[in-house]
C-alpha cells in the first residue's frame, strides 16, 4: 500500500508561483508512473501533469511552458512547479500514483491518491 501526502498549496496573486511536493510512503515509488490531477469548483478532475518511471512527462495545453513536473526518487517525492499562475489555475490538486511504469490521462487508471492540497490564485 501506498500512502501519498500533499503539501504547498495556498494562496497567491496571478502570475505568482507555488511549488507542490507529493511524499510516498508504504513502498517506493520509482517504477510508478505519477500524475497531478486538479479539480475546480464544477468541474471534473483533470491531469494537469504526469511523468514516467523514466523521466517522461506529460502536460496538459493549458499550464504548457509555466508548470513543469519532476521527480526525486531519492527522496520518494513528485514535485509540482507552477509559474505565471492564472485564476483559473484555482483547484484543488491531487497527487495520484499508478503501479505502472507510464502514465495514463484518465484518473481511473490511477491505483493510489492523496487528500488533495488547495491552490487559490487571486487576480
Known amino acids: 500500500q501506498v500512502q501519498l501526502v500533499e503539501s504547498g498549496g495556498g494562496l497567491v496573486q496571478a502570475g505568482g508561483s507555488l511549488r507542490l511536493s507529493c511524499a510516498a510512503s508504504g513502498r517506493t515509488v520509482s517504477n510508478y508512473a505519477m500524475g497531478w490531477f486538479r479539480q475546480g469548483p464544477g468541474k471534473e478532475r483533470e491531469l494537469v501533469a504526469a511523468?514516467?518511471?523514466?523521466?517522461?512527462?506529460y502536460y496538459t495545453d493549458s499550464v504548457k511552458g509555466r508548470f513543469t513536473i519532476s521527480r526525486d526518487n531519492a527522496k520518494n517525492t513528485v514535485f509540482l512547479q507552477m509559474n505565471s499562475l492564472k485564476p483559473e489555475d484555482t483547484a484543488v490538486y491531487y497527487c495520484a500514483a499508478r503501479r505502472v511504469t507510464y502514465y495514463n490521462i484518465d484518473a481511473d487508471e490511477y491505483d493510489y491518491w492523496g487528500q488533495g492540497t488547495q491552490v487559490t490564485v487571486s487576480s
Open positions: 511523468i514516467s518511471s523514466s523521466g517522461r512527462t
